[in-house]
């Protein structure tokens, strides 16, 4: 028995760095033309299967123009990541931000694994913005704290004005806005150079901060080793100390300290690459008396409990006036939103309409895509009974139309603890997804001012839902489908708009240096003039 688990242990090994092998060999080299044209339209079968709305926003006959002119131009072998840069350019008038693709990586053997989890990059210690035209650093953590504001002249000898009308070409939003593109190439710079040119291991960057100018190298390092508690502690003397013991009463303490710890950070969603909660609320203004609820996604934590919390403390200190700052939140869950929602209205509200879909089984669809893995595919064929029955349950036809049904598109009643004071909502281009289903129904409900820039997401809504990632049998290129058509009762015309503010405010780079927050300035002042 132990010498046939040795053997499928020696094969699965065998197996796997094989295939890695074969799969790194793939995505560097140079791939035919017949290729390279399967491949194309491979992705466009895969869209007119699954995308519930796909000629939405550019006609059928324009479409399948740009994707045949797209393989008539295809001459000349080329590599996975020069194909994935010239499909972004066409995939991209789908005109739905969710729907992307992306190139393949090179992956790596558990050994070269084991030894990068040794390393970090401290170039992911800076966040980016793209404001008057000029690419600054809008966060720094550890050394680098000294960089906020700093503008990036040059990366490894590149103008990033340039690199950021390139990396626009391949990026997607929601019908025609075109806010969208220029804010989350500025957030997610370093991911877009990193598709742009795949991995790197170093990387210059020419700086100006202030009156100096300077160039500062990246690269990948060893981590620091952790210290803990047992470590020793050496003193001038060299003398070794051993750690304090605890008493019971101390350990308890202790133990009931980190419990609160990972409680509180579950209810206000940290995260623990930007250290930043998700959810945040704090009170400004001339008297502290205006709530500011900064909320940066609806992804993480368990978000019942700091809304329950929040609310209640809004009802208690009878609090007039809500400022809820949207700006560079790329969405999440719909059942957040909803749950938000609830304290924010006194009338019975649904969220968003049944929603379209192209299958039956959406959920079964996600989860049997081919870049699922084989542990998952087994898992999900063990469960397809009950999955296959749930979503039966969930989906219906009409007019010929399938749909399906969140827990969203149900009658809600409001909270008993809802808001009944005045609330501005903050609002960008990197508002996207969840974070614009919620500026809909705002908007739509007459419920609040809205103060900033157009949202990247639609007011008329998007295409997101369940996905499913299907990797192109050639190139390895990867792309993301949605397969729902999720929006609100609420809709403008013409289509293809995001929700649009009541003021128009627009931050320049002197804003920032100055810390200066205009948006939010603005909302002060209004709320003053009105007392």
Request: proline share 3%; with cysteine; hydrophobic share 35%.
């Amino acid at each position: 028995m132990k010498k046939l688990l040795l053997l499928l242990s020696l094969f699965v090994l065998i197996f796997s760095c094989g295939s890695i092998e074969s799969y790194n060999e793939a995505v560097t080299k140079l791939h035919p033309v017949e290729d390279l044209q399967d491949d194309v339209d491979a992705v466009y079968k895969q869209l007119k299967r699954l995308h519930p709305r796909l000629y939405q926003f550019t006609p059928k006959e324009t479409l399948d123009y740009k994707f045949d002119s797209l393989k008539a131009a295809i001459d000349k072998p080329m590599t996975s990541r020069d194909f994935y840069k010239a499909l972004a350019k066409v995939t991209k008038y789908v005109g739905q931000g969710h729907m992307s693709v992306s190139p393949p990586s090179k992956r790596f053997n558990k050994q070269e694994r084991k030894a990068n989890n040794k390393l970090k990059f401290d170039i992911n210690n800076l966040e980016t913005e793209y404001v008057d035209d000029a690419l600054i650093i809008s966060r720094a953590r550890g050394n680098d704290s000294l960089l906020l504001h700093a503008e990036i002249l040059e990366v490894d000898g590149k103008n990033p004005r340039d690199l950021i009308r390139k990396f626009k070409k391949t990026i997607a939003s929601d019908g025609y806005n075109i806010t969208f593109h220029q804010r989350v190439a500025g957030k997610r710079f370093f991911g877009y150079y990193n598709r742009d040119i795949g991995r790197f291991d170093s990387i210059t960057l020419k700086l100006k901060n202030e009156d100096s100018t300077f160039f500062k190298k990246y690269k990948r390092i060893p981590k620091a080793k952790k210290k803990t508690e047992k470590d020793s502690i050496k003193l001038d003397s060299l003398k070794e100390i051993k750690p304090k013991k605890l008493t019971k009463a101390e350990k308890k303490a202790k133990k009931l300290k980190a419990k609160k710890q990972r409680k509180d950070r579950q209810k206000y969603g940290y995260n623990y690459t930007t250290k930043l909660n998700n959810r945040n609320l704090s009170f400004v203004g001339k008297d502290s008396t205006v709530a500011l609820l900064k909320i940066r996604g609806f992804s993480n934590g368990k978000y019942k409990d700091f809304y329950e919390e929040t609310f209640a403390m809004l009802d208690s200190l009878d609090t007039k006036d809500l400022v809820i700052d949207l700006r560079d939140n790329f969405g999440g869950r719909l059942n957040e939103i909803m749950t938000l929602y609830s304290y924010l209205t006194d009338e019975n509200f649904t969220l968003i309409n049944k929603s379209e879909v192209n299958s039956r089984i959406p959920i079964l669809k996600t989860a049997m895509s081919n870049t699922s893995s084989v542990g998952q595919k087994v898992f999900y064929s063990v469960l397809s009974p009950f999955i296959v029955v749930h979503n039966l349950l969930r989906t219906s036809k009409k007019d010929g139309q399938l749909y399906y049904k969140f827990k969203a598109a149900k009658e809600r009643e409001p909270n008993p603890l809802n808001f009944k004071g005045n609330v501005y909502v903050l609002i960008n281009g990197n508002s996207f997804s969840a974070s614009s289903i919620l500026s809909t129904q705002l908007k739509g409900s007459n419920r609040a001012t809205f103060v900033g820039e157009e949202t990247g997401g639609a007011y008329n809504g998007t295409v997101a839902g369940y996905y499913k990632v299907y990797e192109l049998p050639n190139t390895k290129v990867r792309a993301r489908i949605g397969l729902m058509h999720i929006d609100s009762k609420f809709k403008i015309e013409p289509d293809g708009y995001g929700v649009k503010p009541d003021v128009e405010i627009i931050p320049t780079y002197q804003d920032r240096l100055n810390n200066i927050d205009p948006e939010l300035e603005w909302v002060l002042k209004d709320i003053e003039s009105k007392k």
